[in-house]
């Protein structure tokens, strides 16, 4: 196998990791501050998802973003970009200062992701389509004899789309066990508490009945993670699902478990509460990526 410069062998340090997660926190209310609009709540609560998914399990390569060998990643709750855009933003796709042009015209990050931002390989955002995409990109590469694994993160609430389970039933009826589904556990979305919305328990012998390998972690643990990263890669005959139990807005006190800041810009007096609290310091007219461009980006 060719060697790629992602996974870094530092960030097998749970300690590397936790303090990025506070990086990119920091960039999350900063950057959709910024913008005005955005999802900072969903967006929060992938932060260690994403951050060891990309620092310590996905074989990516930023400076060959096409490479046809590398694993995929299909962010199917695509209003979550903003962590997305900060941790490709910190491995180098694209320089951290474009962090400051979220959602602005002229600029490459969407909204919502697009393939022609470097380093999205699907665009996303009308929920309920990701993992069926996963399940495409996943029999191409059994197709074309590689071991490219994919994986797919989506919102509970997202679960209320039919359409995820007809992929559910498509990923075990091919049995593709390169393909990963990690639910992002964290029981709210836009009109409240998704057990009042739509009840989505016994959520883990749903995924099971479906013909999935399940594992529960807890979607803030890196050791968890690790653990069920490492179950799903090793996992033959079936696809993997991860419910990763999380709370939304996390590591912002008055974001944390609220239903209101799913899609919701803090302004001037919640940023600089909330990045007092995430990073302990002000924020400044430029935000973070100044700091995150000197972290890892370009």
């Not at 470097?118 to 590689?146: C, E, K, V, Y």
């Amino acid at each position: 196998m060719t060697d790629f410069p992602y996974p870094k062998p530092e960030f097998a340090r749970d300690e590397a990791l936790s303090e990025l997660a506070k990086l990119l926190r920091c960039e999350i209310v900063c950057m959709t501050h910024r913008a005005g609009s955005g999802h900072p709540g969903g967006s929060l609560s992938a932060v260690e998802i994403l951050s060891l998914l990309y620092m310590g399990e996905l074989r990516h390569d930023p400076t060959n973003p096409k490479r046809p060998d590398r694993d995929r990643f299909v962010l199917s709750k695509g209003h979550a970009c903003p962590i997305l855009y900060a941790i490709l933003a910190y491995c180098g796709y694209f320089p951290a200062e474009e962090l400051c042009h979220l959602r602005e015209v002229g600029h490459i990050l969407q909204g919502h992701p697009s393939i022609h931002t470097p380093g999205i390989d699907a665009s996303t955002g009308s929920l309920g389509q990701g993992l069926s995409i996963a399940n495409g990109m996943a029999l191409a590469a059994r197709l074309d004899g590689r071991d490219s694994r994919v994986w797919c993160l989506l919102g509970d609430g997202e679960l209320d789309e039919g359409q995820c389970w007809e992929a559910a039933m498509t990923a075990a009826h091919y049995g593709l066990d390169n393909m990963t589904a990690v639910v992002d556990r964290n029981r709210l979305q836009i009109d409240g508490d998704t057990e009042k919305v739509m009840a989505l328990e016994p959520l883990t012998d749903k995924w099971t009945a479906f013909g999935f390998h399940v594992v529960d972690c807890d979607g803030h643990s890196y050791p968890e993670l690790r653990r069920a990263y490492a179950e799903a890669r090793g996992t033959k005959g079936k696809p993997t699902c991860i419910i990763a139990h999380t709370h939304k807005g996390r590591g912002v006190s008055f974001m944390t478990d609220q239903a209101g800041w799913h899609g919701r810009a803090p302004n001037s007096e919640e940023l600089a509460r909330a990045v007092g609290e995430v990073c302990g310091c002000a924020p400044k007219t430029e935000g973070c990526c100044m700091k995150l461009a000197r972290g890892g980006g370009r």
